[in-house]
Structure formats: C-alpha cells, structure tokens
C-alpha cells in the first residue's frame, strides 16, 4: 500500500495507466443488491472482465432524490431483498479478494451513512476496500459532515459538477475534491435526457481549467456510440441507468433473475468497454 | 438543560438551528438555493416586498382572521379559557395560504416563470394553485396516488385552478414522494422554475422563510390576545406535521417564558405500535437527513425512511421542519401526540359545540386541548391554531365512521 491512499491509490493509479494507454476509462455503475446479493455480487466480479475500468457501486436509499425511474427501480429491488450499508460493504470485500486494482466509488445519499454512523462508516469501508465515495445530497457546503472526515480516513470524496456550476462557485466545488471529478452533463435526473457533444466539449474545457483531476462525464450516456463520444472528449465515461434497465429488462414480473442475464448485462458492458477503447482511435 | 438570551436568532448563515437544517441538496440545485437566499434576504429589506405581501394578505386572503372565544367547548371541558386562532377562515380554508403569497411574490421578484409543488393533504396544493391563478403563472403540483385517492375535492379545486397535478407513483405514494418527485422536476427545470414548499422543512433558506410568511399567524395572536385579554396567551397548542402552523404560532412568542408551547404529533395508530403505525417524528424517530435538511425523522436502522401513517394527509410525513426539531432538543416547546382516534373524537367535537368543522390535522391540536384544558384553572388563556378546515376530510371522516355518502 502507498503512503497516500488519495494522490497514489487506486483510483490515481488506474487513472495514470489510462493515459499512459492513451484512452479514457469506462465507469460503470450498478446497485449493491440488485435485483438480489448474490446476483449483484456476479455481477459485480465480472466487470473488471468485462471492461469497465472504475466502479460506481449504488448504495440503495429509499428516497433517491436525484435518480431517474431506471436507479429508482433499482434501489427499491436491492432494498427489497435486504440490502443495507453493511451488506454493501460484504459485496466490495468479496470482490477484493479477486480484484486489488479496480477503483470501487460507492455512490448515494447521506443518511444510510449518516445512520450508520460517520467515522464507523468510514473505518469498515477503507477495510473493506472502498477507494472514493460520491454522496448526491452533500454539496461542499456541507463538507464537515462527511467530506473531510473522508479525506482524513483516505478515502477519495468525488465531487459532482453540474451545468448549473458557475466559474464563481467552481473553485469552491473543487477544494476538497480528490480521486476525479464527476461533470452530470445535464441539469436533471440520471438516465433521461442527453448532452450534445459540443456541450460536454465546453463544459470539460471549462472544468480543466479549474482542476488537474481527471474529468468523468455522466448522466444520459446510453449506448456504445454515446460513450465512444464521450470519451473523446473526456478522461472517462459514466454508465449507469442503461446498464441497471439491462439488469432490470432480464428480470421476470416477479424480479427474480432470468438464466443468462448476468451474462447479458456484462456484454452489454462490453460493447460499451469497445466503444470507449475505440474512441481515439 | 441550555438556557439561551433568545430562541429566536436561528438559523445561522449556513442554515443550521442548533445542529438541525443545513443544505443538503444536489449541486445542480445548489447554485439556485443560494440565490433564493440572496433573494429573499433582499426582499425583506425592501419595505416593497412588505407591502405588497400585506396587502395581498389583507385584500385577497382575509387577514387578520379572528382569535376567537371558543365558550362552550371551554365550559364543557371546565377548565382553561380556550381560543380558536382561525386560520380555517383564511382564502383556500387554510394557513398554506400565507406562504404562498410571500413565495410567488419572491419567485416573480427572481423573475421565475413557472411554479411547482409538492401536496399531501392537497391544502398546499390548493393554496399553490390559487396564487398561481392570482399572478397567471403555470403550476404543477405534485401529489402521491394513495393522497389523491383520499382528497379528490382538493384534486378537483387545483385543477379549476388551473394547476396540473401530476399523480406520483413512486414509495409509499404520499407526501414524501410528491417532495421527491417536486425536487427531480425542480433540478431538471432549474433555469425558469421556482418550488414554492409548503412547510418550513427542506434546504436552507426555506426553513426560516416559511416560518417567517407563517408568523403572521403568532403575531396576530399577540396583539389579539393583548386586546381581549389585556396580557399575552398562558399556552400555544398546533398540530405538527412539516410544522408550518405551529412555528408560525410559536415563533413570535418564543422568548416569553411565560408562554408554554405544544405541537401536536400525529400518532396515528399508536406510537407503541412502531414507525409504521404513526408519523411521530420526533416521539418515535431519531435525526437524520433528508428533503435537504438534517431533523428528527422516521427510519430504521439502516438509515432507510420509513412511510409513517396517518389519518391526515397532511401530517403523513416522516420528517418535520428543522426548528422544531431544535426547539425540541433544547425543551422550549413540548411535543405531544395525538392517535387516529382521539383526532376523530376531537373532530367530531368541535363540529358539535362550536359549528366548527376542523382540518383532520387541526384536530390533532384540539385531541391535546381537550386532554389539558380541564386540569388547568379557568384563568389560563389557551390558544388553539385552527390551522384549516374540514370539508376536504368529510370523505375520509364518513369512511371511518362508517357512514356511506
């Protein structure tokens, strides 16, 4: 292990390795527990196989305030079948045991945390192999609750940019950032509408202005040819409601898991992967 | 317990009260929050702004309603002298109404053009809806399934209004949801849409300003109650669901020790029976964050919110507005609770001895007046917020009652 977790950890080393390849990085994003733990945990260990080069891993809420009907549906399956923080945080130690170099980001809401209780939280997931963690409902005004605690605990707080950021706030929103920083290309909720090119072309032109952390484009990226535009553009492309309504698309009425399924989401995964490596060709 | 100068100073400039409220919001409403902030900051220093505000409170609602002696509901419970402060007789038939005119005057003055909202009982809804009539200004509002199945009059009234209620599908498919669905239409719309929230919960600024439209109510009681009775009130009691009417009652009265405060939570079937049974937040939950503020409420273990239950719609919220919580937490103002049951006896009561057909919510408020008032002597001035009225409620009240319309 390094001596910093934040500029020299997982997330920092995938991230060199990725330029030194010349290409940017897939994220992909599913929820922990859906549609149960044992299948979200296959699916979990695939993708690495599969191409995804980071990891955003749901932590389920009941009120995901900013999440399309696709990640709503989501959470409501993995909390269904009895996930919780603490069972998030099994699915990340399992998947170490096969995986010491892919960056797993948890992302979601404060109050699971807020109820598990801060610096408990922060201990069992750098145990657990957690490297960065995305938390929707905490701005930097609120960097005192979990923001800072993290970074002391050496744990990446990824910090979401929005269009609605202006140059004067910018500098604010990036002072405790690490990791990367996460550009949500459109003001809305995931999984619904999607950014132009041109637009994305600015707003990370902007955003590289303001940080030298590797820009992550997400929100309305659906398919292998989105992403491929993306990621000629950016460090690294989000994918996160098409592959959950993938998931979701081989579930039966009842939600139970179709033969197959798993398999078909991580091909989806890699077209998506085949996209993104092909993009500055 | 801490003894403070005043009770009256919060929030701070980051929104706080004691360790509640805050701004707990995505960053793409960040930037929009802190301009209604600013705004509102502005307003209020521009006599303007006042002006209009009263004489629209004035002209359109029907201020100042009455502080009215409720005589034989006091005889009949044969202790303390018990006053109705009539927010029931407001335009709309409820305290929503106050809000929302301070809201719109600020969305115009922001330049806003489009309005949403959230409902639960669908007063707010309804209030939201009328001034968006009065101004010509589109309104959505937002209102959970199981809400609408059991408030079809207040759906109707939006929609002569001309509002669009948009029916949510998501959760539990109350109040909580219509607040989330609110929020995802608010971060997609940002640029021309202002949310006129309808209880003194959310992100910072809201807390404070809704308490601040809503304390037209407190203020009216004080210079009421010094005409009729020559002194101030001896006890406050409001219904507490978000808690706008209470903290409207209370606020100015705050830092009078002799004035003894009481919200009313809705127990629903019983708070010993669990969260699922009530919408206590502070009698049967703990603090954590949600809706963009950090306060007492619902939730298991895991930190997931728990959907509460109450007759009234419009206290079937798992949270409540962040002052209170504070207020609580510092014992200023005592939270009681009152049952399904006793809210139906109360109800009925008040329909019975006063012609009074209450707001299911307001009833909560009567249960606990009904419960005090005997043992207190006759010289104690009791203020009741009848925070609406109940025509909405007949439907629901004849369902339980039995009774086929």
Request: glycine share 12%; hydrophobic share 40%.
């Amino acid at each position: 292990m390094s001596a910093d977790p934040l500029s020299d950890g997982r997330i920092a080393r995938r991230f060199k390795a990725l330029k030194a390849e010349g290409r940017a990085g897939l994220v992909t994003f599913v929820t922990a527990g859906d549609p149960d733990p044992g299948t979200a945990q296959a699916l979990l260990n695939g993708l690495p196989a599969a191409g995804a080069d980071l990891i955003e891993l749901g932590v389920p809420f009941t009120d995901p305030m900013a999440d399309g009907p696709a990640i709503q549906a989501s959470s409501l399956r993995a909390l269904k079948a009895g996930m919780t923080v603490r069972k998030t945080l099994d699915l990340v130690r399992n998947f170490r045991r096969l995986d010491a170099d892919t960056p797993i980001i948890l992302m979601g809401y404060y109050n699971p945390i807020h109820a598990y209780g801060v610096e408990p939280f922060l201990a069992a997931a750098r145990e657990a192999g957690v490297d960065g963690l995305i938390i929707v409902d905490l701005p930097p005004e609120e960097d005192e609750e979990l923001c800072i605690p993290a970074l002391k605990a050496g744990i990446s707080f990824v910090r979401l940019t929005t269009p609605t950021t202006d140059d004067a706030r910018m500098p604010a929103v990036m002072r405790n950032t690490s990791g990367f920083v996460y550009y949500v290309s459109i003001a809305g909720i995931t999984g619904t509408a999607s950014a132009s090119g041109t637009a994305i072309d600015t707003a990370v032109a902007r955003l590289k202005r303001h940080t030298d952390l590797p820009v992550a484009v997400g929100f309305g990226i659906k398919t292998p040819e989105q992403a491929a535009e993306v990621a000629r553009i950016a460090d690294a492309a989000v994918v996160g409601s098409a592959i959950v309504s993938r998931l979701a698309g081989g579930l039966d009425a009842a939600g139970t898991v179709g033969p197959g399924t798993v398999e078909d989401v991580l091909g989806f995964v890699r077209e998506l992967a085949a996209g993104v490596r092909a993009a500055r060709d | 317990m801490t003894k403070l100068n005043t009770y009256r100073s919060g929030p701070d400039e980051r929104g706080h009260f004691g360790i509640y409220g805050g701004r707990f919001v995505a960053e793409t409403l960040m930037p929009l929050i802190l301009e209604v902030e600013k705004a509102y900051r502005e307003a209020r220093a521009d006599p303007a702004f006042e002006g209009e505000m009263r004489q629209q409170l004035k002209q359109y609602v029907g201020r100042p309603n009455p502080l009215y002696y409720a005589e034989r509901l006091t005889e009949q419970l044969g202790g303390a002298k018990i006053y109705f402060k009539r927010e029931e007789l407001n335009h709309t038939g409820a305290h929503k109404i106050n809000n929302c005119i301070g809201q719109i005057l600020l969305a115009r003055r922001m330049g806003k053009t489009r309005i949403i909202a959230e409902t639960g009982a669908g007063q707010h809804g309804v209030a939201t809806a009328t001034v968006c009539a009065l101004y010509n200004m589109p309104c959505v509002i937002y209102m959970g399934e199981t809400d609408i199945a059991r408030q079809q009059p207040n759906v109707f009234r939006m929609k002569l209004l001309g509002a669009e209620v948009r029916a949510v599908t998501s959760g539990g498919r109350t109040l909580k949801d219509a607040m989330n669905e609110a929020l995802r239409d608010w971060v997609t719309n940002v640029a021309d849409t202002f949310y006129i929230i309808g209880t003194a919960a959310g992100p910072h600024p809201y807390p404070g300003m809704v308490r601040d439209f809503q304390s037209v109510i407190g203020d009216e009681v004080r210079s009421q109650m010094q005409e009729l009775e020559g002194r101030l009130p001896d006890s406050l009691v409001a219904c507490v669901g978000g808690g706008s009417n209470a903290i409207g009652l209370f606020h100015p009265f705050l830092d009078d020790p002799s004035v003894r405060m009481i919200g009313v939570e809705a127990a629903g079937r019983g708070i010993e029976k669990g969260p699922l049974d009530h919408a206590a937040s502070i009698n049967g939950g703990r603090p954590g964050v949600l809706h963009g503020n950090r306060t007492y409420l619902l939730q298991d273990e895991d930190g997931q919110i728990l959907e509460g239950h109450s007759i009234s719609a419009g206290l079937d919220y798992p949270g409540i507005g962040p002052e209170h919580s504070w207020l609580h937490d510092v014992g200023r103002v005592e939270y009681a609770h009152a049952t399904d049951q006793e809210a139906l006896d109360a109800f009925q009561l008040c329909a019975r001895t006063e012609g009074i057909i209450p707001a299911l919510e307001s009833a909560h408020g009567l249960a606990e007046v009904i419960k005090r008032a005997p043992a207190l002597p006759r010289d104690h001035l009791m203020v009741l917020c009848l925070s609406g009225r109940g025509d909405k409620d007949i439907f629901s009240v004849a369902k339980h009652l039995g009774v086929e319309l």
